[in-house]
T-cell receptor, first 118, second 110 residues
Framework: GAVVSQHPSWVICKSGTSVKIECRSL??????MFWYRQFPKQSLMLMAT?????????EQGVEKDKFLINHASLTLSTLTVTSAHPEDSSFYIC??????????????FGPGTRLTVL | KNEVEQSPQNLTAQEGEFITINCSYS?????LHWLQQHPGGGIVSLFM???GKKKHGRLIATINIQEKHSSLHITASHPRDSAVYIC????????????FGKGTKLSVIP
């Protein structure tokens, strides 16, 4: 299947700093990428939908100024957690949907990035 | 908003047992995904279904659109199958977003 990578796989940072997480589709192009957050023992919660070349669409309750998303190319989307605080500590997962003419496209998930804010 | 319910929440099985995990949803969908999440966190997409049945190795997924229900079966279970299995549904045509179930934690004991 198609491969999605994330970098870094884990990061520890001090409160107040910013952290950038990259999501790449390695062997396919994706016009749409999704960013999810997962707290321990809970399911994935969609944070935002990222479309190449346009502004991301954020879910209700997600601060767009805190979670900056850039989807500059068909294979790369980045999530920057600005001025991180301990409550932002979580597992962040991206997924990508291949560019194709089909209606029912499969989403491929990255391995996730574990963020710990001290 | 679609409500996705999975059962059971937790499942412990002996190696070799046949396992079934169920997923029900409340609103019509265009597709249903079965995902596997290992303890390290990474998610693997197992199946995407819009009708009928799919099989891959020891895994079988079925969906009944009329009853709004899907099942994931694992035959001859093995300890390496231990993971959280998540059902996610996708809305109508043109909808990108997935709604996730809370997952079923499977532990297969040797």
């Amino acid at each position: 299947g198609a491969v999605v990578s994330q970098h870094p796989s884990w990061v520890i940072c001090k409160s107040g700093t910013s952290v950038k997480i990259e999501c790449r589709s390695l062997d396919f192009q994706a016009t749409t990428m999704f960013w999810y957050r997962q707290f321990p023992k809970q399911s994935l919660m969609l944070m935002a939908t990222s479309n190449e070349g346009s502004k991301a669409t954020y879910e209700q309750g997600v601060e767009k100024d805190k979670f900056l998303i850039n989807h500059a190319s068909l294979t790369l989307s980045t999530l920057t957690v600005t001025s991180a605080h301990p409550e932002d500590s979580s597992f962040y997962i991206c997924s990508a949907e291949p560019l194709s003419g089909g209606i029912y496209n499969e989403q491929f998930f990255g391995p996730g990035t574990r963020l710990t804010v001290l | 908003k679609n409500e996705v319910e999975q059962s059971p929440q937790n499942l412990t099985a002996q190696e070799g047992e046949f396992i079934t995990i169920n997923c029900s949803y409340s609103v019509g969908i265009s597709a249903l995904h079965w995902l596997q999440q290992h303890p390290g966190g990474g998610i693997v997409s197992l199946f995407m279904l819009s009708s009928g049945k799919k099989k891959h190795g020891r895994l079988i997924a079925t969906i009944n659109i009329q009853e709004k229900h899907s099942s994931l079966h694992i035959t001859a279970s093995h300890p390496r199958d231990s993971a959280v299995y998540i059902c996610a549904v996708r809305g109508g045509a043109g909808s990108y977003q997935l709604t996730f179930g809370k997952g079923t934690k499977l532990s297969v004991i040797p």
